[in-house]
């Protein structure tokens, strides 16, 4: 009986030694599908980690979405094996027009793709000087598809690169009744207490659609004061 223990106990031993090394040597994907979330062939600025894509491989056993999330400044990236996918988007997620269909993607090695949308409103021109205490930015807010209304404008600075509505050390909100879509805009901000005194701060112009959760941004800059 003693004997049979011993052989069950080496038995499971040998075998779940044999799950591990197996385990271990899982070979990682290596091929790397990157690109940029782009209008007009310009990329597009968002929420850092905002807005989530999705891949599908079809032909497995194992058929779920591989999320990927796009950076601030457009961008994203995501390692994976090579072979056919399909890049789709999700409803209501970007400050886009919905976008159904799919995107085939062919991944063998690097692949590089840009993604256009079509934004309901976009940022242009974004300029900031600094006074004393007082920044003065300059924009223009486009109308693309209005069919959805604008909301605001708002300008986001912060600390560090990653400055956004959620992530900021103060705002300006400026509300879709004092823009005039096409008209460049001047606005004079406060530069606030918590970021007085620094040789430098990072700022933003975004841009809300009603009932769109996502804003739309220019591109992060650094300004000096």
Not at 153 to 181: F, K, S
Request: aromatic share 8%; with cysteine; hydrophobic share 40%.
């Amino acid at each position: 009986m003693k004997l049979n223990i011993i052989k069950s106990c080496l038995l499971l031993v040998l075998g779940l030694a044999a799950a591990s090394c197996e385990y271990d040597n899982f070979e990682e994907p290596k091929s790397t599908l990157t690109g940029r979330i782009v209008y007009e062939g310009e990329p597009i600025g968002l929420r850092s980690q905002g807005v989530e894509l999705e891949l599908w491989q079809h032909g497995y056993e194992l058929f779920q979405k591989i999320p990927v999330y796009v950076a601030q400044d457009g961008t994203f990236s995501a390692k994976l094996f090579n072979g056919d996918y399909k890049l789709t988007f999700i409803r209501g997620n970007g400050p886009w027009m919905d976008r159904t269909d799919s995107i085939d993607v062919q991944v063998s090695g690097t692949q590089m793709l840009d993604v256009e949308v079509d934004p309901y409103y976009t940022i242009s021109e974004p300029s900031y000087s600094v006074s004393g205490s007082t920044m003065t930015v300059n924009f223009t807010v486009n109308g693309v598809n209005t069919s959805s209304d604008l909301e605001l404008a708002g300008i986001y600075m912060g600390r560090t690169l990653i400055t956004d509505a959620v992530r900021n050390e103060g705002a300006v909100i400026i509300p879709a009744g004092d823009i005039t879509l096409g008209t460049p805009m001047s606005v004079d901000v406060e530069i606030p207490a918590g970021l007085a005194g620094r040789s430098d701060v990072f700022v933003r112009v975004g841009v809300k659609t009603l009932g769109v959760q996502e804003l739309l941004y220019s591109q992060v800059e650094n300004v000096d004061l």
